[in-house]
């Protein structure tokens, strides 16, 4: 939680200097005041929010299955979800038709297969201490937690509790590591089912904005200042609800700052330069072509760096899957013409 409210600072600070580039830059007629081009626009907060909502659950999903699997299921619903507001004009936003209701259709559906076969990929996700012994291993330190649980009980009738320290240990075990690993692969896909849902409606409000009034700004970074204010603002409040329900007493990680910034800074940059795709293309274009390329990614470091999918199997359906995606997401992009 703490490290989302840093990169969701990191996200705001590229957003308030974008906001005064464009404020001082000059226009077509030499101005340099331009005030009255680069308007806070409240509509657009509603977009901040209903991504910084999916974004809570890519932490849980990626302890339940795994970053690869993951992110491929959650960018490929946001893929989908995207496209489909655009082209059957969903929550606030004009219908778009493509050029080849064909290509349109044919792509999408490759996008819907390429995601059903991920479910038949198994993630070796986080094992927890438990799971990583063997069956006489983990009876004899079951008992003995239960036993150091019940000194422990003794003890703190004579012994204050020690002041409260952020240790590994601590952050390793958390809600997710108490699951079984089925309930963990039902839980991950719902939670990431959720967030690409949420992530695939996170432009709506913008793109609704440009749409509804032509006098309204068309450039889409011109909304990027209200965009990343309601971001910033609904993260601060998930936020403050943990520190409450943690009674002021947060998990707070100092090593997670700069990194925290600095995935916000990138993350800002690329979603900038979203919004003018989104401008130029229209959603039912540019979300099969941006939201490929990061869950194809995150495949490669699931399977090279975290070894989060092995086996012959689950490595041939993993490549179908992607073949899948991939042929559908540049097919859909090519429906444009």
Known sequence: MFFQWVMCTGIWLVALVTQLVLRFHPDNDNNLNRTTSVPFQPEALV???????GNLFCVPVIKCIGLGLGMLIWGTLNCVGGWASGRFGILGVKASLPGSEAKNFSGVALCVVGVIMFLFVKS????SKLEEESPG??????????????????????HPPPSPTTRKED???SWVDRMNPKTKKI???????AAGLLFGVSFNPVTHLEQSDCHNPQNGLDYAFSHFSG???????YFLIYCIIKKNKPQVIGQAVLPGLVAGIMWAI??????????????????????????LVSALLGIFVFAEIRGAKNLTFFGLACCFIVGGSVLTALSKN
Do not use: C
């Open 47 to 53: 977009g901040g929010f209903l991504w910084t909502t």
């Open 124 to 127: 070796a996700g986080k094992k």
């Open 137 to 158: 291993e983990r009876a004899r330190l079951i008992s003995s937690k239960q036993i150091q649980d019940s000194n422990v009980a003794r003890l703190k009738s004579h």
């Open 171 to 173: 952050l390793d075990d």
């Open 187 to 193: 839980a991950g896909s719902l939670m990431a089912v």
């Open 231 to 237: 971001i910033l603002l609904t993260s601060t409040f």
């Open 270 to 295: 690329a979603y900038g330069a979203w919004l003018i795709a989104n401008t130029n293309l229209t959603q039912t274009i540019s979300y099969p072509m941006v939201s490929t390329l990061p869950g």
